[in-house]
């Protein structure tokens, strides 16, 4: 529920207001702007009629939002989110290019592709410490020395570094460590993981499950919002059709939708949807083109030697070749592409 103040309400009808709701066990968020006073209910407005509220002196208009995911619609919050990342803003026009190996390997590898990325204009490492496998004999990561190896690579570099999480007892870890917390497709309906993220304060990047809806994708986002934690960013990584030519199919409408939706930033992963780097560049071009924040891409300087993912990863010089690109196409789409 939203509710748009009279301009000459007073500090003790606005006082009234917030004690009315938060008396019936509402959250009360102020998303105010200008000279408009607004305020947002979440919780189960059920239990209030319109007619009450309206008798509120200072009330001037109720406005009951339809769709399930409060905090993560744009009706309750309707300029776009800019999530800074040590420097780095996620949003509000800006084209983020997140960069790095699915798997960290070992040391020279990671460093390796940490510095090519940086030197073409990444703005984020990205990098595989555990791996969630749909078998159980494949690589499954390093774990906590691949995190450090990845730290490593952030100390090189200066780069924020992202990476997944698998399970709530490594959040105190990645809390302390990691720059965004990435919580994969397999997680993204982990709901005791999404309630415990929403209870800390650091950036989110919540990927779209393999076959969720566009409203299953934003609840699972707003289990982390009602948390208290409002730095997420969606990224829409493929989904499971009836189609076996790539590894998935990449939702490109989904950014548009989120766009009309929610006020979240989203991203796109061209490497996990198509799953062949033949198609890395051009799915790249064509998310900044339909208005994505950014992509997050996978670049190893040895694919075929790759312990996971190999064959959807660019190599550096090909990865050089598409940055030139983007930042040519970016203006003309109306995005910047921060150096």
Not at 21 to 43: M, Q, T, Y
Not at 57 to 80: L, M, N
Not at 125 to 149: C, I, M, N, V, W
Not at 306 to 325: H, I, T, V, W, Y
Request: hydrophobic content about 40%; proline content about 4%.
């Amino acid at each position: 529920m939203i509710i748009r103040m009279k301009q000459n309400i007073t500090k003790k009808e606005y006082e009234n207001i917030v004690k009315y709701f938060k008396d019936r066990d509402l959250e009360v968020k102020d998303a105010s702007s200008g000279d408009v006073i607004v305020v947002g209910i979440i919780g189960d407005t059920t239990k209030t009629m319109d007619s009450d509220v309206y008798a509120l002196p200072g009330v001037d208009t109720i406005t009951r939002i339809q769709v399930p995911y409060k905090k993560a619609s744009k009706t309750f919050h309707p300029e776009p989110t800019v999530i800074d990342v040590c420097g780095v803003k996620i949003g509000g026009g800006n084209f983020t290019v997140m960069a790095g190996p699915c798997s960290v390997e070992n040391h020279d590898q990671i460093v390796s592709v940490a510095n090519s990325v940086k030197q073409s204009g990444a703005h984020i490492l990205r990098g595989g410490a555990y791996k969630p496998r749909t078998s159980p004999y494949a690589f499954q990561g390093l774990e906590l020395e691949g995190l450090d190896l990845l730290m490593e690579a952030r100390e090189e570099t200066r780069l924020p570094i992202i990476t997944e999480i698998q399970s709530e007892d490594l959040i105190e870890r990645f809390v302390k460590d990691v720059d965004i917390i990435q919580v994969g497709a397999r997680n993204m309906q982990n709901f005791h993981l999404l309630k415990a993220l929403g209870k800390i304060d650091k950036p989110i990047l919540l990927k779209r499950g393999l076959s969720s809806t566009i409203e299953e994708w934003l609840m699972a986002a707003e289990y982390i919002l009602a948390g208290g934690n409002d730095k997420v960013i969606l990224c829409e990584r493929g989904i499971r059709t009836f189609e076996k030519y790539t590894r998935n199919t990449l939702d490109l409408s989904a950014v548009l939708a989120v766009k009309e939706l929610s006020h979240l930033p989203v991203i796109v992963d061209p490497s996990h949807a198509a799953g062949k780097w033949s198609m890395v560049e051009d799915l790249s071009k064509a998310a900044l083109a339909v208005g994505a924040d950014g992509i997050i891409v996978e670049v190893h300087n040895n694919p075929e030697c790759a312990l996971c993912d190999g064959a959807q990863s660019l190599k550096p010089e090909r990865f050089d070749n598409m940055m030139k690109q983007l930042k040519l196409i970016a203006p003309i789409v109306g995005k910047k592409i921060e150096e």
